[in-house]
């Protein structure tokens, strides 16, 4: 997302009343999606080839996060998903989840590679961008 599609998602969001509970319960969201992918990024960067034990981990982990994210990318996905999610999840979680879903293009089980880091990298930044937007205090535009 770039500084126009900020300004809309947080002009959307005040405009639609996000309370602080939803804003609290989407950030632990993607909190966890980017823990999640963390954990694996921390496990292959700047390592390869991996040892056997620290590859089948780095698999694991990267399953474990690609299904979590695509459960999230297919639930908010059809349209009566659309239109269960609150305010603060349509304007933030979803474009977050669909980017951070999207950039995960390597397969979970293929050996930990530079395209692994790279597709974290980039997942991983779709998230914290979300992230930093709710996490920000927002100053009132006069």
């Given at each position: 997302?770039?500084?126009?599609e900020l300004r809309f998602n947080l002009l959307v969001g005040k405009f639609?009343?996000?309370?602080?509970?939803?804003?609290?319960?989407?950030?632990?969201?993607?909190?966890?999606?980017?823990?999640?992918?963390?954990?694996?990024?921390?496990?292959?960067?700047?390592?390869?080839?991996?040892?056997?034990?620290?590859?089948?981990?780095?698999?694991?982990?990267?399953?474990?996060?690609?299904?979590?994210?695509?459960?999230?990318?297919?639930?908010?996905?059809?349209?009566?998903?659309?239109?269960?999610?609150?305010?603060?999840?349509?304007?933030?979680?979803?474009?977050?989840?669909h980017e951070s879903f999207s950039h995960l293009q390597v397969k979970w089980?293929?050996?930990?590679?530079?395209?692994?880091?790279?597709?974290?990298?980039?997942?991983?930044?779709?998230?914290?961008?979300?992230?930093?937007?709710?996490?920000?205090?927002?100053?009132?535009?006069?």
């Amino acid at each position: 997302m770039k500084s126009n599609e900020l300004r809309f998602n947080l002009l959307v969001g005040k405009f639609l009343g996000m309370n602080s509970q939803e804003t609290q319960d989407v950030i632990e969201q993607l909190r966890g999606h980017r823990d999640r992918l963390r954990e694996v990024s921390a496990i292959v960067d700047g390592q390869h080839p991996l040892r056997r034990d620290a590859k089948e981990r780095a698999q694991s982990l990267m399953k474990s996060a690609k299904e979590a994210l695509r459960a999230d990318h297919e639930r908010m996905s059809t349209v009566s998903g659309q239109n269960s999610l609150n305010p603060t999840e349509d304007a933030f979680l979803r474009p977050a989840v669909h980017e951070s879903f999207s950039h995960l293009q390597v397969k979970w089980n293929s050996s930990p590679s530079a395209a692994w880091s790279s597709d974290l990298y980039e997942a991983i930044t779709d998230l914290e961008f979300s992230l930093r937007q709710l996490e920000t205090p927002q100053t009132s535009e006069g």
